[in-house]
């Protein structure tokens, strides 16, 4: 089985449509990264299979979660390669993309890719989540906020919940350890002002894995002390203590 039809056989799976054309703009995306991970170590994972269940279809699993409305702002948090959020724009073209990113060939990557691929609508801020919460013109901004694979419940919701606007969402992509995150993160979630709303189990196509993805629901600002200054979520992040 190749890509496309992993691909393919991977999003029906999910219940989700899948046009030509969008096939075909993922496997292009597909390809810029295998490319570029020649020269920035941008994923351990390499097998074309692989790549479109365990990169592809589990980024998708965003749209099981949350209908998104044409137009919505859409920030990746510590995109990486552009994980889930090239993905959630090639497939969801509407949607108006930040990708939020520290690493600096991480982030040649991305702008390569966004003009290779021709896209619009896509912003890539260099820098480190915590210090883009604070900025004017970007705190409490997104519709919704991503993250996938980046830290632990606590800490997420510290670099991404200053980014999300009040009655927006954030979406945690975690493994099976999910709801354990979230006991862990009540006081934190109580501080920022999220509450989670839904969560979903989902079973990779192929048996590829287990994923629960969280989304927590800003119900009101976060407070001015928060996101504190970058290291400091990871370092000290807000307990139940």
């Given at each position: 089985m190749d890509f496309r039809a992993a691909l393919r056989q991977g999003v029906m799976e999910l219940g989700l449509p899948l046009s030509a054309d969008t096939a075909e703009a993922l496997e292009r995306f597909k390809e810029l990264l295998l490319e570029g991970n020649q020269r920035a170590n941008l994923t351990a994972i390499t097998?074309?299979?692989e790549m479109a269940v365990k990169h592809f279809?589990?980024?998708l699993g965003y749209f099981l979660l949350q209908e998104v409305g044409s137009g919505c702002s859409v920030a990746d948090v510590g995109t990486g390669a552009g994980l889930p959020g090239l993905v959630l724009k090639l497939y969801d073209p509407s949607l108006r993309v930040t990708l939020v990113e520290s690493v600096g060939k991480k982030i040649s990557f991305l702008e390569d890719t966004v003009e290779r691929l021709g896209l619009e609508g896509v912003e890539i801020l260099p820098g480190r989540a915590e210090e883009w919460g604070r900025k004017e013109g970007k705190r409490e901004s997104f519709d919704m906020v991503v993250?996938?694979?980046?830290?632990?419940?606590r800490v997420?919701?510290?670099y991404c919940l200053p980014l999300t606007r009040t009655d927006g969402?954030?979406?945690?992509?975690k493994g099976g350890e999910g709801m354990e995150e979230v006991v862990r993160a009540a006081r934190a979630?109580?501080?920022l002002g999220g509450t989670v709303e839904k969560t979903k189990h989902l079973s990779l196509p192929q048996g590829m894995g287990e994923r629960t993805l969280i989304l927590l629901r800003?119900?009101?600002?976060?407070?001015?002390?928060?996101?504190?200054r970058a290291g400091?979520?990871?370092k000290r992040p807000l307990s139940n203590d």
């Open positions: 097998d074309p299979v279809c589990d980024s993250a996938r694979a980046v830290a632990e419940l997420l919701a510290e969402a954030f979406v945690a992509y979630l109580r501080v800003k119900i009101r600002p976060t407070p001015d002390g928060y996101p504190r400091i979520p990871e």
